[in-house]
């Protein structure tokens, strides 16, 4: 029997995040919501590369790591792209192509691509 795919909303966001968590050491709803919580501290971390404070890009790379470790790459990118500006798509577009991940729409911040690949070169 298939399956009828679950349409991203906010009334089915935490639904649709839920069926996207492969986190087999989760023991609570805490954890997951945790995990979660990771777009927002991206969403902050990328306004601060915005408004040109000083950034920590390795930091926020984690970040993107550490969400995608838990969450299925198509779906994950979805998740995150529905939580976004769409002013910061283009920086998340920007890690995103530099971790070979899916990307949304929105475009991609070559300037800022070019910034995290210097950070990473000589690693």
Excluded: W
């Amino acid at each position: 029997m298939m399956q009828t795919p679950i349409r991203l909303t906010e009334k089915t966001f935490k639904m649709f995040a839920m069926k996207a968590y492969d986190n087999p050491y989760c023991l609570s709803e805490h954890e997951f919501d945790e995990d979660l919580k990771k777009i927002r501290t991206i969403k902050k971390m990328i306004s601060h590369e915005e408004s040109d404070d000083s950034s920590n890009i390795r930091l926020l790379v984690n970040y993107f790591i550490s969400f995608y470790n838990v969450f299925d790459h198509g779906d994950g990118t979805k998740i995150m792209f529905f939580k976004l500006k769409p002013h910061h798509k283009p920086y998340a577009n920007a890690v995103l192509t530099f971790l070979s991940l899916p990307i949304g729409d929105g475009g991609i911040n070559e300037e800022f691509y070019d910034q995290i690949e210097d950070e990473y070169s000589g690693v």
